[in-house]
């Protein structure tokens, strides 16, 4: 009997009863792990270099699906003439396309951060031809490091023959001419509206107004 008693008493449960959840504790864990993965986010995109930058932001330019990972050839292009690495002596708009065709893959329209990084060092030897290799690379370096793309095609007023015409109140006529004093001021609602002359004076007198400074110098 007492060998079954000891057989069918079951296990003591070992394991700690858990305490109850306190909101408070799991909202500040979860939001010291989001500041460690901002922070950790935040030291990555700070290892960008400055000509990594520039590179993404042309490579983004124009094209709002493009990631900034790769640069066609129109960017590119445009970096190089932006950023004075064509100078029109020693490097053309023809020496930028020649260089772009040769570091693409050739099944490729774009090129990656490495590859532009090649396709710089290509000109640099054209760009600073009397510098050495490594010092003509920093060079063209500088010249895109911290660089965004101009923006060009800025509407600007246009002064046109006929708008000029229409709004030269010394050639309106009629109706329209009563609007305006001979400056091309506007009246106002003087030249909207017909108003009552009260001063006594038959309407168009040339002499109006002058008849208290007669009686007053006869005095």
Not at 73 to 82: A, E, I, P, Q, V
Not at 105 to 129: D, H, M
Not at 180 to 204: M, T
């Amino acid at each position: 009997m007492a060998d079954n008693k000891a057989k069918s008493t079951k296990p003591a449960n070992k394991t700690p009863p858990k305490s109850p959840s306190d909101p408070a504790k799991e909202r500040a864990a979860k939001r010291l792990s989001y500041d460690s993965n901002s922070s950790h986010e935040g030291a990555m995109a700070g290892e960008l270099s400055a000509l990594e930058e520039a590179f993404r932001k042309f490579a983004i330019h124009g094209d709002t699906r493009a990631t900034g990972k790769e640069m066609h050839g129109k960017n590119w292009s445009k970096l190089c003439k932006d950023c004075h690495v064509i100078d029109g002596k020693n490097v053309t708009i023809t020496d930028v396309d020649i260089v772009f065709s040769k570091i693409k893959g050739k099944s490729s329209r774009t090129i990656t951060f490495e590859q532009f990084k090649e396709a710089l060092q290509e000109l640099s030897k054209k760009r600073f031809k009397d510098k050495s290799d490594e010092e003509a690379v920093q060079e063209i370096h500088k010249l895109i490091e911290g660089k965004v793309p101009i923006i060009s095609g800025v509407t600007k007023a246009i002064s046109s023959p006929t708008v000029s015409r229409l709004t030269d109140t010394s050639k309106f006529t009629g109706s329209h001419k009563e609007r305006f004093d001979p400056s091309g001021k506007g009246k106002g609602k003087a030249g909207r509206e017909d108003l009552v002359d009260s001063s006594g004076y038959v309407s168009g007198y040339k002499h109006a107004g002058t008849y208290d400074h007669k009686v007053q110098g006869s005095k």
